[in-house]
């Protein structure tokens, strides 16, 4: 069974700073796909990034990227110059199949951007 | 583009009821995808339908059952309610095509059991 492990509970970083959040994830697939989730206080859970498996790539988008490292099974989101609108809570997670919408979730990685 | 709509926003039910919760997709998508928030067990994918079928289904107990109307609306319902149940319920709205991965989720319904 997959497994999706987030290490960090809280975490908080200054206005303006570089912030990564790590991720680690178990399973027996080669093709899947990795996520990273933002949860603000709204409870609307919004995708911030996405990152193919068979992607050796990292994912960019704008200020967030993620450092996908496939034999380590290790997917951080790295977030810079960061703002008061990021503080949410961040979840992690994993598809195994496109097109099941079957997300395993990590425990999640609360963020505060302090200004 | 409209987006998610769940309905109720909080709900609030005695042990031993039942409740049924509502999800508007966004238009055209036509799969829909249900999951259970709490403290305790985080995020957990219950089940999920497309074109009226449900395709998957997570470890739930049979208390716990959904279906999808030909306009993509979906309902969740859960029976004989039990204390555990209280929790934040998150729809997600798909457009359900192969090799398709992006979920768009909805504000939830909070449920609270008394």
């Known amino acids: 069974a997959q497994t999706v492990t987030q290490s960090q509970p809280e975490m908080s970083v200054q206005e303006a700073e570089t912030v990564t959040l790590s991720c680690t994830y178990d399973t027996s697939e080669s093709n899947y796909y990795l996520f990273w989730y933002k949860q603000p206080p709204s409870r609307q859970m919004i995708l911030v990034i996405r990152?193919?498996?068979?992607?050796?790539q990292n994912a960019t988008e704008n200020r967030f990227s993620v450092n996908f490292q496939k034999a380590a099974k290790s997917f951080s989101l790295k977030i810079s110059d960061s703002q008061l609108g990021d503080t949410a809570m961040y979840f992690c997670a994993f598809m195994g199949q496109a097109g099941t919408y079957k997300y395993i979730f990590g425990t999640g990685t609360r963020l505060k951007v302090l200004a | 583009k409209a987006g998610v709509t769940q309905t109720p926003r909080y709900l609030i039910k005695t042990r031993g009821q039942q409740v049924t919760l509502s999800c508007s997709p966004i238009s055209g998508h036509r799969s829909v995808s249900w999951y259970q928030q709490t403290p305790g067990q985080g995020l957990q994918f219950l089940f999920e339908?497309?074109?009226?079928?449900?395709?998957n289904k997570g470890n739930f107990p049979g208390r716990f059952s959904g279906r999808q109307f030909s306009n993509s609306r979906s309902e969740m319902n859960v029976s004989t309610l039990e204390l555990g149940d209280s929790a934040l319920y998150l729809c997600a709205s798909s457009n359900g095509q192969p090799g398709d991965t992006e979920a768009f989720f909805g504000q939830g319904t909070r449920l609270t059991v008394v």
């Open positions: 339908y497309f074109s009226e079928t449900q395709r």
């Open positions: 990152q193919e498996a068979y992607k050796q």
